[in-house]
T-cell receptor, first 112, second 114 residues
C-alpha cells in the first residue's frame, strides 16, 4: 500500500540551529511533493513544492530536497527561530487520487 | 491565492444530531476538498466535491454519513449526520491552485460531539 511516513516524535532544537525533518514514502514515485506548516487550531499553510526532476528547492530560510531513489524528502529550516515552532506536514498526490495525501506531521519546537 | 471561510468555526453537538459546515471561497474553483483531522492526527480526505456532479468519497466515508453539496463554483457544504463522539474532529475545506498545485485551507470547523 502507499504510505507517507514522518517522524511522529517532536523535534526540539535550540534557536539558531538548523532543523531537519524527514518525509519517506513507499510504493510510488510522485511527480511532486509538498510541505505545509500547521499551527494549533489553524488550517495548514503551503510552504514549498518540489518536483521529481528537482533535487533541491529553497525559499528564504527553508530548503527542501527530494531523493526519488531513496523515496525521501528532507525539509530544512536554517537559523531557526521560536516562531518556527509548528507541525510540518509533507503531502503527495498518489496515482488515481485527485487530492493530496498527507503524512502524520512532525512537531517542531524551537527553544529560545 | 484563495481565501476560504468556514462556518461554524466550532460547535458542540449532541449525539444523534446532524451539523452542516459551510465553505465559501473568494474565487471560482472547480474542485473543493473536504478533510478531517482527528485529535493529534494528520489530515484524512473525506471527499472531493465538483460543481454539478456527485461528490467522490474516499474509502471509509459514505454519502449517507457525510452528504456534500456543491451548488456553485464558490460554495460547498459538508453535513456530518447522526453524529457520535467518534465524529469529534476538525473538518477542513480546501481548494487547489491549478497553476501551482498547492492547497489552500480554511481555518477549519472544530466539532465536539457529546
Amino acid at each position: 500500500s502507499q504510505k507517507i511516513e514522518q517522524n511522529s516524535e517532536a523535534l526540539n532544537i535550540q534557536e539558531g540551529k538548523t532543523a531537519t525533518l524527514t518525509c519517506n514514502y513507499t510504493n510510488y514515485s510522485p511527480a511532486y511533493l509538498q510541505w505545509y506548516r500547521q499551527d494549533p487550531g489553524r488550517g495548514p499553510v503551503f510552504l514549498l513544492l518540489i518536483r521529481e526532476n528537482e533535487k533541491e528547492k529553497r525559499k528564504e530560510r527553508l530548503k527542501v530536497t527530494f531523493d526519488t531513489t531513496l523515496k525521501q524528502s528532507l525539509f530544512h529550516i536554517t537559523a531557526s527561530q521560536p516562531a518556527d515552532s509548528a507541525t510540518y506536514l509533507c503531502a503527495l498526490e498518489f496515482p488515481g487520487r485527485r487530492a493530496l495525501t498527507f503524512g502524520s506531521g512532525t512537531r517542531l519546537q524551537v527553544q529560545p | 491565492s484563495a481565501v476560504i471561510s468556514q462556518k461554524p468555526s466550532r460547535d458542540i453537538c449532541q449525539r444523534g444530531t446532524s451539523l452542516t459546515i459551510q465553505c465559501q471561497v473568494d474565487s471560482q474553483v472547480t474542485m473543493m476538498f473536504w478533510y478531517r483531522q482527528q485529535p493529534g492526527q494528520s489530515l484524512t480526505l473525506i471527499a472531493t466535491a465538483n460543481q454539478g456532479s456527485e461528490a467522490t468519497y474516499e474509502s471509509g466515508f459514505v454519502i449517507d454519513k457525510f452528504p456534500i453539496s456543491r451548488p456553485n463554483l464558490t460554495f460547498s457544504t459538508l453535513t456530518v449526520s447522526n453524529m457520535s463522539p467518534e465524529d469529534s474532529s476538525i473538518y477542513l475545506c480546501s481548494v487547489e491552485a491549478l497553476s501551482t498545485g498547492e492547497l489552500f485551507f480554511g481555518e477549519g470547523s472544530r466539532l465536539t460531539v457529546l
